[in-house]
Protein backbone atom coordinates (compact mmCIF):
# COMPACT_ATOMS: atom_id res chain seq x y z
CA UNK A 1 0.00 0.00 0.00
CA UNK A 2 1.46 3.44 -0.77
CA UNK A 3 0.59 6.07 2.12
CA UNK A 4 1.92 8.75 0.12
CA UNK A 5 -1.53 8.50 -1.75
CA UNK A 6 -3.44 6.95 0.44
CA UNK A 7 -6.35 8.16 3.32
CA UNK A 8 -7.87 7.21 6.25
CA UNK A 9 -11.18 8.06 7.49
CA UNK A 10 -11.79 8.50 11.42
CA UNK A 11 -14.48 10.32 13.18
CA UNK A 12 -13.86 12.29 16.24
CA UNK A 13 -16.21 11.89 19.19
CA UNK A 14 -17.72 13.87 21.90
CA UNK A 15 -16.65 17.50 20.16
CA UNK A 16 -18.26 20.11 22.32
CA UNK A 17 -20.42 17.55 24.16
CA UNK A 18 -21.79 15.78 21.64
CA UNK A 19 -23.01 19.31 20.15
CA UNK A 20 -20.74 18.43 16.74
CA UNK A 21 -19.84 15.35 14.55
CA UNK A 22 -16.69 15.50 13.59
CA UNK A 23 -15.09 13.18 10.46
CA UNK A 24 -12.07 13.41 7.97
CA UNK A 25 -9.51 12.17 6.65
CA UNK A 26 -6.19 11.61 8.14
CA UNK A 27 -2.93 11.61 5.53
CA UNK A 28 0.63 11.01 5.48
CA UNK A 29 3.10 12.95 3.17
CA UNK A 30 6.73 13.11 3.42
CA UNK A 31 7.31 14.48 7.31
CA UNK A 32 3.69 15.85 8.02
CA UNK A 33 0.13 14.70 8.74
CA UNK A 34 -2.56 16.02 7.26
CA UNK A 35 -5.94 15.82 8.92
CA UNK A 36 -8.60 16.74 6.86
CA UNK A 37 -12.10 17.45 8.71
CA UNK A 38 -15.34 18.67 8.48
CA UNK A 39 -17.50 19.58 10.91
CA UNK A 40 -21.43 18.81 11.45
CA UNK A 41 -24.03 19.52 14.07
CA UNK A 42 -24.66 16.83 16.13
CA UNK A 43 -28.52 17.59 16.50
CA UNK A 44 -30.48 17.52 13.35
CA UNK A 45 -27.23 17.50 10.61
CA UNK A 46 -28.19 20.47 8.94
CA UNK A 47 -25.10 22.77 9.28
CA UNK A 48 -21.98 21.20 8.03
CA UNK A 49 -18.69 23.31 8.00
CA UNK A 50 -16.10 23.39 5.01
CA UNK A 51 -13.63 21.17 4.59
CA UNK A 52 -10.39 22.31 6.62
CA UNK A 53 -7.13 21.64 6.04
CA UNK A 54 -4.79 20.86 9.12
CA UNK A 55 -0.91 20.02 8.55
CA UNK A 56 0.94 18.66 11.79
CA UNK A 57 5.05 17.89 11.05
CA UNK A 58 5.88 14.85 12.73
CA UNK A 59 8.20 16.68 15.00
CA UNK A 60 5.31 18.13 16.45
CA UNK A 61 3.63 14.27 17.18
CA UNK A 62 5.43 13.33 20.38
CA UNK A 63 3.83 9.71 20.50
CA UNK A 64 1.10 7.57 18.10
CA UNK A 65 -0.70 5.04 19.76
CA UNK A 66 -2.81 1.76 18.11
CA UNK A 67 -5.70 0.67 19.64
CA UNK A 68 -7.71 -2.71 18.37
CA UNK A 69 -10.98 -2.06 19.73
CA UNK A 70 -14.14 -4.57 19.73
CA UNK A 71 -16.09 -2.42 17.01
CA UNK A 72 -13.47 -0.66 15.55
CA UNK A 73 -9.79 0.69 16.40
CA UNK A 74 -8.61 3.80 17.81
CA UNK A 75 -5.81 5.83 17.30
CA UNK A 76 -4.30 8.54 19.84
CA UNK A 77 -1.95 11.09 18.56
CA UNK A 78 -0.46 13.28 21.14
CA UNK A 79 1.44 16.34 20.41
CA UNK A 80 4.47 17.84 22.33
CA UNK A 81 2.41 20.75 23.14
CA UNK A 82 -1.28 21.36 23.57
CA UNK A 83 -1.43 24.28 20.64
CA UNK A 84 -0.56 21.62 18.13
CA UNK A 85 -4.43 20.81 18.18
CA UNK A 86 -5.82 23.80 19.18
CA UNK A 87 -7.89 24.02 16.13
CA UNK A 88 -9.50 20.59 15.46
CA UNK A 89 -12.33 20.25 17.72
CA UNK A 90 -12.58 17.51 19.92
CA UNK A 91 -9.11 17.53 20.79
CA UNK A 92 -8.04 17.06 24.75
CA UNK A 93 -5.11 19.30 25.26
CA UNK A 94 -2.29 17.59 23.94
CA UNK A 95 -3.87 14.56 22.82
CA UNK A 96 -6.40 13.77 19.42
CA UNK A 97 -8.30 10.55 19.21
CA UNK A 98 -9.28 9.33 15.79
CA UNK A 99 -12.30 6.40 15.99
CA UNK A 100 -11.81 4.01 12.85
CA UNK A 101 -14.31 1.82 11.78
CA UNK A 102 -13.79 -1.89 12.22
CA UNK A 103 -13.53 -2.17 7.73
CA UNK A 104 -10.44 -0.33 7.88
CA UNK A 105 -8.15 -1.32 10.82
CA UNK A 106 -5.84 -3.18 9.21
CA UNK A 107 -5.09 0.20 7.02
CA UNK A 108 -5.14 2.07 10.45
CA UNK A 109 -2.62 -0.33 11.69
CA UNK A 110 -0.68 -0.42 9.03
CA UNK A 111 -0.44 3.69 9.09
CA UNK A 112 0.41 3.65 12.48
CA UNK A 113 3.42 1.47 11.80
CA UNK A 114 4.38 3.69 8.54
CA UNK A 115 3.83 6.80 10.66
CA UNK A 116 6.07 5.14 13.56
CA UNK A 117 9.02 4.91 10.80
CA UNK A 118 8.75 8.41 9.52
CA UNK A 119 8.68 9.79 12.62
CA UNK A 120 11.89 7.93 13.75
CA UNK A 121 14.02 8.56 10.81
CA UNK A 122 13.03 11.85 11.10
CA UNK A 123 14.16 12.34 14.69
CA UNK A 124 17.63 10.03 13.51
CA UNK A 125 17.87 12.67 10.76
CA UNK A 126 17.71 16.00 13.23
CA UNK A 127 19.70 14.20 15.48
CA UNK A 128 22.60 13.46 12.69
CA UNK A 129 22.62 17.03 11.94
CA UNK A 130 22.83 18.16 15.21
CA UNK A 131 26.79 16.23 15.55
Request: glycine share 6%; aromatic share 6%; charged share 30%.
Amino acid sequence: MNLNSSSLEFTIDDAYHGLLEVYGLLKLRGDVLVLEVREQDGIIGIYKSSTEEHVIPLDQIEEVTYKKKWIGARIELRAVSMSVFDAIAGSDGNILKLNIKRKNRERAESMVSTIRLRHSEMMLRKWDDQL
